[in-house]
């Protein structure tokens, strides 16, 4: 994880170029307007979240889900399903699993120490000035005692 170099950026702009001017995406408001496949993946998807809906209903809606536990067992299952998919090929993530380039290891952009030094003085001043502000807010004053005591 890092920045994108300034190559990676330029990559990236002109990836969006030849979508909005060679190809016309942005010819029409809706490029995919009334097709079949998009209507149809559309329907799937309903189909696919009311049959979600309809189990969590049939646990006792979603704090009896929550403490059943379904949420995290169904996140665990989806995620260890999708690596799978991944490692056996059947789910193509390019640059990962496809279309690798040999040895060839991104180059990374470095941030100077200097602009990184003064980034992290300016959080830590904004850090201290909302901590200050919200501690003077959250301590009760005397009209706050007063008024619990009436």
Known sequence: MALPTEAAATLALRTQQVLAHEVGVTSTPDP??????????????????????????????????????????ELADSAFRYQ????????????????????????????????????IARLQAVRARRDSAASRRARPTARDAEAGAT
């Not at 149809?40 to 403490?67: N, Q, S």
């Open 84 to 119: 799978q998919q991944v490692e056996s090929g059947e789910r193509v993530i390019v640059g990962v699993n496809r279309y690798v380039a040999d040895g060839d290891e991104p180059e990374l952009l470095h941030v100077d120490p200097i602009v990184e030094q003064r980034q």
């Open 32 to 73: 995919l307007g009334g097709s079949w496949y998009v209507e149809a993946l559309t329907d799937r998807l309903e189909r696919e979240a009311y049959e979600i809906f309809k189990r969590i209903d049939d646990i006792g809606g979603v704090i009896a889900a929550i403490d059943a536990g379904y949420f995290q067992r």
